[in-house]
């Protein structure tokens, strides 16, 4: 098993430009969420779903849209990024009777 | 107020002391509680997981919660080097809800 992968690792982007962060598991986990991680700030939930063709907003979703159209993929969408967007941006999956997540490496993300 | 809160640190202890992290919380609704350790520039991993109040032991590890006092505890035993990481406490109020995270405690265990 691959578990939790993301991509890309890096990303530079410009002010007002829109990309889609990566994240796939292949573990038939129902669960997975989108974090942002700054420092000081611990993790945030920006949105999750249950199970496919369901999300769910979290603590920050705004600026950001999502989409489950299979188990495996929960692919998370800048729509014009932001300075206030530059984090370490984590995917996590889980079955949905445990709460062991299983996260992913990460996303390192600065917008200039 | 924010609705988990935990002590940023750093916290640093003298290697085989036993370390104490903390998180208080303001829903009362929560009831799955978590605490996960997070070594630099990875993710996070699960290292407890409970339920309602009481307390889990897994090896040097203990998770305590007091639901009448919104406050959860892990206590690590024989602290080692290893054990320098950021330790993040969750929880949830149910299993398809939400997961709420503290901001993280950085442990420093001094060899």
């Known amino acids: 098993n691959a578990g939790v992968t993301q991509t890309p690792k890096f990303q530079v982007l410009k002010t007002g430009q829109s990309m889609t962060l990566q994240c796939a598991q292949d573990?038939?986990?129902?669960?997975m969420s989108w974090y942002r991680q700054d420092p000081g700030m611990g993790l945030r939930l920006i949105h999750y779903s249950v199970g496919a063709g369901i999300t769910d907003q979290g603590e920050v979703p705004n600026g950001y849209n999502v989409s489950r159209s299979t188990t495996e993929d929960f692919p998370l969408r800048l729509l014009s990024a932001a300075p206030s967007q530059t984090s370490v941006y984590f995917c996590?999956?889980?079955?949905?009777?445990?709460?062991?997540?299983?996260f992913g490496p990460g996303t390192r993300l600065t917008v200039t | 107020q924010k609705e988990v809160e935990q002590d940023p640190g750093p916290l640093s202890v003298p290697e085989g002391a036993i370390v104490s992290l903390n998180c208080t919380y303001s829903n009362s609704a929560f009831q799955y509680f978590m605490w996960y350790r997070q070594y630099s520039r990875k993710g996070p991993e699960l290292l407890m997981y409970?339920?309602?109040?009481g307390n889990k032991e897994d090896g040097r590890f203990t998770a305590q919660v007091d639901k009448s006092s919104k406050y959860i505890s892990l206590f690590i035993r024989d602290s080692q080097p290893s054990d320098s990481a950021t330790y993040l406490c969750?929880?949830?109020?149910?299993?398809?809800?939400?997961?709420?995270f503290g901001k993280g405690t950085r442990l420093h265990i001094l060899p």
């Open positions: 996590a999956s889980s079955y949905r009777d445990t709460y062991e997540q299983y």
């Open positions: 409970t339920y309602s109040s």
């Open positions: 573990m038939n986990h129902e669960y």
């Open positions: 969750a929880m949830s109020p149910n299993r398809d809800d939400k997961i709420i």
